[in-house]
């Protein structure tokens, strides 16, 4: 049964009618990695993996729902200390909150959901549970009266007050902006965000997940965030966005070798999102995946946040010959992302499942990926 049959069936037994049909999108980053605290541009695309709830207005102050992936039911009234236990839930009610919180109405709902974005490998399961429902609440109980931005916001905002988790704004903005066939970059200075075609044809993104995630003692995202700010205060500027290679050659001895390979990075990254931009607008996918791998080698050999495992998924890739591949997200663990040609993916789907396993003890959990529409009611 396709995930809206089943939602549908589940939520006509509960409430005995029916609700409207809503869904947000996961996410994947393209390129641009380590970028938005530096002022730069990250260029995510939604994905054909969703949360999808119905909902209907109950006429209650009370908020009903069935998670039927953890099956399990939650109820809530909507003030401030109605806050549920269950996690999943507290997704929910941020939302409802955050809405509330910036003058929305939201009344009281009965809601079923379920979902096919893999949770916590890196896919962003949570940005498109929040989008789901703060686009259905916006529609519902506000008249769509809620800008897309500001939809993210109540997001990214549910995520920092309900669920202590402080992202940025990226996972969000790409589930409520996710467009079929496009890519987005946004400008994580500025917030302007532009579409870009993506239709790879001949090729397939797949992701690999490695399923190992190190922690790591020391704090590593810190330590490279305050090496990008070193390097930007030496600079006299505000970030590394305003930074050129030349600028960083002219303070090279004056900084630590490691705050010169960091800056180096976040430099060329930044420079690669734009070739990649322009790529795409000449449908040059062999550039798109050169570049891929110039981040790759960039975030293992110079920001170093890569590991082992995500070294060898990608030296897989390369010895097969697929066009890019590259980790996806902060590091030390979680995916590659991968475009592929698509009469090379059986064999490298083979060949990274058998090497990882024999040198790992587990196979790589594979996701394939097609660039979807975001936010949306369903029907
Ligand atoms: P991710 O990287 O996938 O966003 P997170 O840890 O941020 O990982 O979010 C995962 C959490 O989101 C889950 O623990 C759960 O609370 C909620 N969630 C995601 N998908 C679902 C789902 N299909 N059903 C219920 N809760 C979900
Ligand atoms: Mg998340």
Not at 7 to 31: D, H, M, W
Not at 157 to 173: K, L
Not at 177 to 183: M, S
Request: hydrophobic share 35%; aromatic share 10%; proline share 2%.
């Amino acid at each position: 049964m396709e995930l809206k049959e089943i939602i549908r069936k589940e939520f006509k037994q509960r409430f005995g009618v029916e609700g409207t049909v809503y869904a947000s999108a996961g996410r994947i980053n393209l390129i641009g990695e380590h970028t938005d605290y530096n002022g730069g541009f990250v260029f995510p695309g939604a994905i054909d993996k969703v949360i999808m709830a119905e909902l209907r207005a109950n006429g209650t102050d009370k908020v009903k729902i069935f998670s039927i992936d953890i099956n399990e039911y939650v109820e809530f009234g909507l003030n401030e200390e109605d806050a549920p236990v269950a996690q999943w839930a507290r997704y929910i009610f941020g939302v409802c909150r955050e809405i509330i919180k910036r003058g929305g109405r939201v009344e009281g709902f009965d809601a079923v959901f379920a979902g096919n974005v893999p949770l916590g490998a890196g896919l962003s399961s949570s940005a498109a549970l929040e989008s789901c429902f703060a686009f259905a609440l916006n529609d519902m109980f506000n008249n769509g009266s809620i800008d897309k931005f500001e939809l993210a916001r109540i997001g990214q905002s549910t995520e920092h007050n309900y669920c202590g988790v402080n992202c940025g704004i990226m996972d969000q903005f790409a589930s409520v902006f996710g467009k079929k066939d496009h890519l987005m970059r946004l400008d994580c200075r500025s917030m302007e965000y532009e579409y870009f075609p993506f239709h790879p044809e001949g090729h397939k993104l797949v992701l690999l997940d490695s399923v190992v995630k190190h922690e790591l003692v020391d704090s590593p995202y810190n330590k490279r965030r305050e090496s990008c700010e070193r390097v930007a205060k030496r600079l006299g500027i505000e970030t590394l966005r305003d930074a050129t290679p030349e600028m960083l050659e002219s303070i090279k001895d004056d900084i630590s070798e490691e705050d010169y390979r960091r800056a180096k990075f976040v430099i060329g990254e930044k420079d690669r999102v734009l070739a990649v931009c322009d790529a795409l607008v000449k449908g040059d996918y062999e550039t798109v995946g050169r570049c891929m791998y110039e981040t790759h080698n960039g975030l293992s050999k110079e920001y170093e946040v890569s590991c082992e495992e995500l070294d060898y998924l990608n030296d897989i890739a390369k010895e097969c010959g697929v066009t890019g591949s590259r980790i996806m997200g902060g590091g030390f663990g979680g995916c590659t992302i991968n475009l592929v040609k698509d009469d090379l993916y059986d064999t490298f789907i083979e060949t990274a499942k058998k090497r990882f396993n024999e040198k790992y003890g587990h196979e790589p959990k594979v996701y394939d990926v097609i660039i979807s529409d975001g936010a949306r009611r369903v029907e």
